[in-house]
């Protein structure tokens, strides 16, 4: 008989809007529009408990379980290990023994501690989330768990925020679930240089499509409050040519007063080798990102008293892409050269050469 789920319980989120949003929000925004990676950052941005605790169930860990507690711990104190045995690293006993869990971050925070606890909180948490990382990896590879079953649970979390944002009111007029099909996958990775199943990140696909562009922003963060937890955008992986960061500070002008906080400068984006996808239209506008979205596996596990594994761990990780698109881009989106039609008849027409080279020639494309 399956263990029942013990997936934590999270409080009720209120919609933030654009105006009221400030240093914390632009940078989480920031980092999946640009999909960049929590690891360059300096501080983090918790100044209570109660943050924490929310973004603590948000990764599926409710602490004030001892089993939770416990995993927690064993991966602070992996880092810590980490820290001191590679780079003979001091780790003050503030941050490697906090009284709660929930310390490490305000540390990190800077709402408890001083600059010296900042500074070594930070990098403690970048480790952890590595390590966080490849336990969720391992533990997958370890379950007795199809694809199909990972990516139904995913679709049913997914669709429970949908519909949670429809109770809401959010400006959502379109929430669309999609996974490849086979030939899709086949031609996708033909068309990539690296042809690693590994790397389809769309292979579970959510689209959606706002009302209004001044209605992405608040959406897209209220999927972080929700749904999956900010720094766990995949690095390098966002298309962004809807949304720019320079355009979010131009339309809303009380984050100028932030600017001087940023991790990275105002102008860090233009400075970046965006390659983009090469079979969209010139005109084609969307952003399109990729997250692990963290999902609990009780119910492939023992129950945690009677869990003997020597690493206990229960949260795996999942990949999916969504796309969030404004209704009106949205209309654009599928007219001439941006449709869909053209962009696979572009696709299908790179595949065919590579597939041809030196062998046959081929066909004109219609």
Same mark, same amino acid.
């Given at each position: 008989?399956?263990?029942?789920?013990?997936?934590?319980?999270?409080?009720?989120?209120?919609?933030?809007?654009?105006?009221?949003?400030?240093?914390?929000?632009?940078?989480?925004?920031?980092?999946?529009?640009?999909?960049?990676?929590?690891?360059?950052?300096?501080?983090?941005?918790?100044?209570?408990?109660?943050?924490?605790?929310?973004?603590?169930?948000?990764?599926?860990?409710?602490?004030?379980?001892?089993?939770?507690?416990?995993?927690?711990?064993?991966?602070?104190?992996?880092?810590? #290990?980490?820290?001191? *045995? /590679?780079?003979?690293?001091? +780790?003050?006993?503030?941050? %490697? @023994?906090?009284?709660?869990?929930?310390?490490?971050?305000?540390?990190?925070?800077?709402?408890?501690?001083?600059?010296?606890?900042?500074?070594?909180?930070?990098?403690?948490?970048?480790?952890?989330?590595?390590?966080?990382?490849?336990?969720?990896?391992?533990?997958?590879?370890?379950?007795?768990?199809?694809?199909?079953?990972?990516?139904?649970?995913?679709?049913?979390?997914?669709?429970?925020?949908?519909?949670?944002?429809?109770?809401?009111?959010?400006?959502?007029?379109?929430? #669309?679930?999609?996974? *490849? /099909?086979?030939?899709?996958? +086949?031609?996708?990775?033909? %068309? @990539?240089?690296?042809?690693?199943?590994?790397?389809?990140?769309?292979?579970?696909?959510?689209?959606?499509?706002?009302?209004?562009?001044?209605?992405?922003?608040?959406?897209?963060?209220?999927?972080?409050?929700?749904?999956?937890?900010?720094?766990?955008?995949?690095?390098?992986?966002?298309?962004?040519?809807?949304?720019?960061?320079?355009?979010?500070?131009?339309?809303?002008?009380?984050?100028?007063?932030?600017?001087?906080?940023?991790?990275?400068?105002?102008?860090?984006?233009?400075?970046?080798?965006?390659?983009?996808?090469?079979?969209?239209?010139?005109?084609?506008? %969307?952003?399109?990102?990729?997250?692990?979205?963290?999902?609990?596996?009780?119910?492939?596990?023992?129950?945690?008293?009677?869990?003997?594994?020597?690493?206990?761990?229960?949260?795996?990780?999942?990949?999916?892409?969504?796309?969030?698109?404004?209704?009106?881009?949205?209309?654009?989106?599928?007219?001439?050269?941006?449709?869909?039609?053209?962009?696979?008849?572009?696709?299908?027409?790179?595949?065919?050469?590579?597939?041809?080279?030196?062998?046959?020639?081929?066909?004109?494309?219609?």
């Amino acid at each position: 008989m399956k263990a029942p789920s013990l997936t934590p319980v999270l409080p009720d989120t209120p919609v933030r809007t654009v105006a009221e949003m400030g240093l914390r929000e632009l940078e989480r925004i920031r980092l999946i529009l640009r999909g960049g990676s929590v690891i360059e950052w300096r501080r983090m941005h918790f100044q209570a408990r109660e943050e924490v605790d929310r973004f603590l169930r948000l990764c599926q860990l409710d602490v004030s379980r001892p089993f939770d507690e416990a995993w927690a711990r064993l991966v602070l104190a992996e880092a810590v #290990a980490y820290l001191r *045995k /590679t780079f003979n690293y001091r +780790v003050a006993d503030a941050v %490697a @023994k906090p009284g709660e869990i929930h310390d490490l971050f305000l540390l990190a925070s800077g709402a408890k501690g001083n600059a010296r606890h900042r500074r070594i909180a930070c990098v403690v948490l970048k480790v952890m989330h590595v390590i966080q990382h490849i336990e969720g990896r391992d533990l997958l590879f370890r379950l007795a768990i199809s694809e199909a079953e990972l990516a139904e649970l995913v679709m049913e979390k997914v669709l429970g925020v949908a519909r949670e944002m429809q109770e809401k009111g959010l400006p959502v007029v379109e929430f #669309a679930h999609s996974i *490849k /099909t086979q030939d899709s996958l +086949v031609t996708k990775l033909l %068309a @990539k240089k690296e042809t690693v199943a590994a790397q389809v990140y769309d292979r579970t696909r959510f689209r959606i499509v706002t009302r209004s562009r001044e209605d992405l922003l608040p959406v897209l963060y209220f999927l972080t409050q929700r749904l999956f937890p900010f720094h766990l955008v995949v690095p390098g992986q966002t298309e962004n040519t809807l949304v720019p960061f320079k355009g979010v500070l131009e339309e809303n002008p009380h984050f100028e007063q932030f600017i001087p906080n940023l991790h990275l400068d105002r102008n860090y984006e233009d400075r970046e080798d965006r390659g983009g996808n090469t079979f969209s239209g010139s005109s084609y506008r %969307a952003l399109n990102f990729v997250v692990d979205i963290p999902v609990r596996m009780d119910a492939y596990l023992p129950p945690p008293e009677e869990d003997m594994r020597p690493r206990k761990g229960r949260v795996v990780i999942s990949l999916v892409e969504f796309q969030i698109v404004d209704e009106e881009t949205a209309k654009q989106n599928e007219l001439g050269e941006n449709s869909h039609e053209a962009y696979k008849r572009r696709q299908k027409k790179r595949v065919l050469k590579r597939l041809s080279q030196g062998l046959v020639v081929p066909k004109r494309q219609g």
